[in-house]
């Protein structure tokens, strides 16, 4: 079994895996994914020695908080680190209309965005419920920010957020619910706002600081690194694009991006490294970044991507990509 570096959440005693598990798409939201193999891709993970799990509500409207409690129920708790979100609040759906943004719905359930103290504290009890588990080790609010919601709901949002849904995650850590809190999210903007009026130990931002896009060197990181904040990295591979597909940001990508992936694939190419595997390997190089966490459609993926991490990147080829502009002059390289 491999043994990955752990590395430490904030300035809390939570220490977690290099490599981590999300559970996005196995929560089964853009392609039907059974019981039996969501439950496979997290037995992939444990035989792996990946030791952090990251879930959510609205992954499978319930279906992956209920699959990853069932896979990892008889492990040692202490073992591995385990977080999920907070910020919609699942409720019965009894019509048949179908989800406004085209996910599928494994479970009965719609979607009530809720990110204020009494939403946070229900969210946290219901997962609780799901997971069948006893403990959460941390809880990020989840899809807060203009590019989830608009400029203008979302300043009512965060206005909720920042009042009294605050309040309950403060609480929840002090009182050892949880031992980390945090944002899980797709911008920068959003984390950038949070730090002027919280105490965060963790941001899960998923495709923003990958390969492919850097620009959280230019505020948000030296702020992390300033306040103490660890950074998980979700979307390393920025929803496929970075992994042979046409999908960037969950959509089909612009052609402007597509010729930005060419180049650093061409580079790539020409020091014979897959693609993938720089992709995988790079945001780890910065001492912010606690941990990524890929999300594998089936355990087959994952189990294929693990050689990627142990490959051998020569130094030309980050020195190839920031000579020609592909990389932040800034940004840390893998050794």
Sequence with gaps: MPQWEQRRIGRTKLNVTTLGLGTATMGGSRFPVSQAEGQAIVAAAWDAGVRYVDTAPFYGVGASEHRVGDALRDKNRDDWVLSTKAGRLLRPKTDTAPSPDGRLSPM?????????????????????????????????????GAYQHGPALNERYLKQLRDSGYKALDELRRSGVVS??????????????????????????????TLLEQAPLDDLIPLCVARGTSLVIGGPLNSGILAGRDTWNYETAPPE????VRKIDAVCKAHN???????????????????????????AEFVANLPLFAMKIPAALWSDLRSEGLLHPDAPVPA
Excluded: C
């Excluded at 980390?180 to 495709?207: H, P």
């Design 180 to 209: 980390a809190i945090g944002i899980g999210v797709n911008e920068t903007a959003v984390l950038v706002d949070a730090l002027g009026f919280g105490d965060w130990d963790a941001f899960l931002l998923a495709g923003r600081y």
């Design 108 to 144: 009965p359930f719609k979607v009530e965005y809720d990110y204020g103290y009494d939403g946070i504290m229900r969210s946290v009890e219901d997962s609780y419920q799901r997971l069948g588990l006893a403990r959460i080790d941390i809880l990020y609010v989840h899809d807060i």
């Design 257 to 260: 991006i597509v010729a930005r």
């Design 273 to 299: 490294v897959p693609l993938p595997a720089a992709a995988l390997q790079f945001p780890l190089a910065h001492p912010v970044v606690a941990s990524v966490i890929p999300g594998p459609r089936d355990a």
